[in-house]
């Protein structure tokens, strides 16, 4: 079924009329990706003018992104927003970066698209080439692509490009920002054929408003201007996403989150709902209804949006009056999906007919995790990263786009160096854990507090066992869920965890010492490992799962919030080892780091350990340490 452009649907709506936007991301699971849509036909009754598919670094995550859209177009009537001819089902927008992508990733990626039906594009720069990538990209700018995308498809595609409300940063530093010098790239976008312009995300409405200001008048006056705006699930992902897009917060807007409520996952969306819908209005009132539409990056999560779309007066005024039906009156419904490699059926709990059902009602229901629908729409609406329930859609990094250092060539090489030895690769963890240096390439992330608890123990791996740590935590019995270290969730309840450690380890050595070890221990302690060649094995049966964060809470089910997995783990080993890659790729080709990098690659594995005493503080570093 081939869809409108979004073009096209922008110019058939009213002047001033406010509309909204969704992005997701290629869940990194099959049981992700079902999910996914589940919640996707969810969101339909939200009525987004279209949604957005994200796309990996260097294609890293083609193949997902375009099963993705097959499916999604092979499922069309499913996605309906207010008919059943098509004229309104879901409009689906792919993203597309093209720097460090080959051009016949690009022409195959936009052939596909056309294919599909899909007749949107969002044209990308992505991240810059690192030093001797080996990657031949085959353009340098977004600019580049959009007038490829015009050369071979005229007008079948609508474009749509970035901007930057606070400017462009490629590092860290963000002195590199001047958004006034941007809008020179943005006006070429626009004069290349772009038709509308999504921004990043940011918190400060005056930076934007004097970003709208500036593209109105040196720019061009009439292009559609579609703000981005990231819900607040928690506060540790509004402060990190922040940092990664170098956007500023205001210091009125950080007061309104108090020490003593920002483990609270509940009383933090609530604020975060009431500042997106006064930046929604804000927004929408001093630019006189230029700016109408808002573009939301969902992180694959749910009841952030709703709440928001329920509250904003703005946003819902399209949406239909109450009918009789109650959302707990929903019916399941199943369809097969069809997808390159299998067919999944897809089952939930989704509006069988807009004429019968009513949008308020479903919107309410996910929103307040109410009745059947809402449950479905909840079960996950904690996101603690990729060790979390790996059926989840928001399971795994929380940008989507696959393997990447997150850092400039400069900096990574200013805290990381030249490694020569393994000595020097362990010299990096151990630095890390003492916190001289504030990255990893798998975390551009400070180490948590908790860590601290443990950190004497991660040293000794690294340093007398040659041992790599990545995640890990202590194990905590009973912890009151408003402790400064270890609480999260609501005030009143009680969490718990088992420790657990994430080690890169030699080959030889785990199958001489480490798996050995821990079989002396197996009714206390699990393991799952893995190499780069994706080779598995477990001590546990495949359908079995480790819980290692949970929660008991006044009025509500236990929450089990941090989840290990055979599926999740299989993921994570296959992206852990990738960065590998990207980190190998700051050096040439036949130097000794390289070298160094690739031969870990090789001959490492790595190894997720769960203890399972929580009561038992130290016996899983005592266990490994002996």
């Not at 080959?102 to 720069?125: C, H, M, S, T």
């Not at 059926?345 to 509006?351: E, G, R």
């Not at 949970?550 to 299989?570: A, H, M, Y």
């Not at 690659?601 to 997720?608: A, F, G, R, S």
Request: glycine share 6%; aromatic share 10%; net charge negative.
């Amino acid at each position: 079924m081939s869809q409108l452009k979004i073009k096209d649907r922008l110019e058939a709506i009213q002047p001033s009329t406010p509309f909204m936007s969704l992005e997701f991301f290629p869940p990194k699971t099959e049981s992700g990706i079902s999910n996914l849509l589940n919640r996707m036909t969810r969101l339909s009754a939200l009525s987004p003018l279209f949604i957005t598919l994200t796309w990996g670094a260097g294609g890293s995550t083609k193949d997902k992104t375009l099963g993705l859209l097959e499916m999604i177009q092979n499922n069309a009537a499913a996605f309906n927003v207010n008919g059943e001819d098509g004229k309104d089902a879901l409009c689906t927008c792919m993203h597309l970066t093209c720097t460090n992508t080959p051009l016949e990733v690009i022409d195959e990626a936009l052939a596909r698209a056309k294919q599909y039906g899909v007749r949107n594009i969002l044209a990308l720069r992505g991240d810059k080439p690192l030093a001797d990538d080996g990657t031949e990209g085959h353009f340098k700018y977004a600019v580049d692509l959009v007038r490829y995308i015009k050369q071979q498809y005229g007008d079948f595609f609508s474009i749509g490009v970035a901007a930057y409300p606070e400017g462009h940063c490629d590092g860290a530093d963000s002195s590199e920002q001047d958004m006034v010098a941007d809008l020179v790239y943005l006006k070429e976008k626009i004069d290349a054929g772009a038709d509308f312009v999504i921004t990043q995300l940011f918190y400060d409405v005056e930076k934007f408003l004097q970003f709208e200001a500036l593209v109105r008048e040196r720019v061009s006056s009439s292009v559609e201007i579609i703000p981005g705006l990231m819900p607040i699930n928690t506060f540790q992902l509004f402060h990190r996403a922040a940092k990664l897009s170098h956007a500023s917060i205001p210091e009125q807007m950080l007061a309104q989150f108090p020490e003593d409520i920002q483990n609270d996952d509940d009383k933090v969306k609530e604020i975060g709902v009431k500042i997106m819908r006064a930046m929604i209005e804000e927004i929408y009132t001093k630019t006189q209804g230029r700016v109408r539409g808002f573009h939301f990056y969902t992180l694959n999560l749910e009841k952030a949006v709703a709440k928001i779309v329920e509250d904003c007066s703005l946003l819902n005024r399209h949406i239909e009056q109450p009918a009789e039906a109650s959302a707990d009156q929903q019916q399941p419904r199943s369809f097969p999906l069809n997808h390159s490699s299998s067919n999944i059926l897809l089952t939930d709990s989704v509006n069988t007919s807009a004429s019968t059902q009513s949008k308020v009602q479903e919107i309410l229901a996910i929103s307040t995790g109410t009745g059947t629908l809402g449950r479905d729409a909840t079960w996950d609406d904690f996101p603690n990263g990729r060790f979390g329930d790996s059926r989840s859609p928001a399971y795994g990094e929380i940008d989507g786009y696959g393997p990447s250092l997150k850092l400039t060539h400069t900096k990574a090489l200013e805290l990381w160096g030249t490694p020569q030895t393994l000595q020097d690769i362990s010299s990096v963890f151990v630095k890390y854990l003492e916190a001289t240096i504030d990255a990893i390439p798998w975390s551009e992330l400070p180490l948590s507090s908790e860590t601290a608890f443990i950190q004497e123990y991660l040293i000794q791996l690294n340093l007398n066992k040659g041992w790599f740590s990545l995640a890990s935590q202590p194990a905590v019995n009973c912890c009151p869920s408003q402790d400064k270290i270890f609480g999260w969730g609501p005030h009143g309840g009680y969490v718990f965890q088992k420790s657990f450690v994430e080690l890169f380890i030699p080959k030889s050595d785990f199958q001489t010492i480490v798996q050995p070890r821990l079989e002396t221990q197996a009714e206390r302690v699990s393991y799952y490992v893995g190499d780069s060649h994706s080779q598995f094995s477990s001590s546990l049966d495949s359908k079995s799962s480790n819980a290692v964060t949970w929660g008991v809470f006044p009025d509500r089910e236990v929450l089990q919030t941090t989840i290990i997995e055979e599926e999740s783990f299989k993921a994570w080993c296959d992206e852990a080892f990738a960065i590998w890659k990207e980190w190998g790729k700051l050096y040439p080709a036949q130097s000794q780091s390289r070298k160094l990098i690739d031969g870990i690659i090789e001959d490492y594995v790595l190894c997720t350990v769960v203890w399972h005493d929580f009561t038992d503080l130290d016996g899983l570093w005592e266990l490994l340490l002996r």
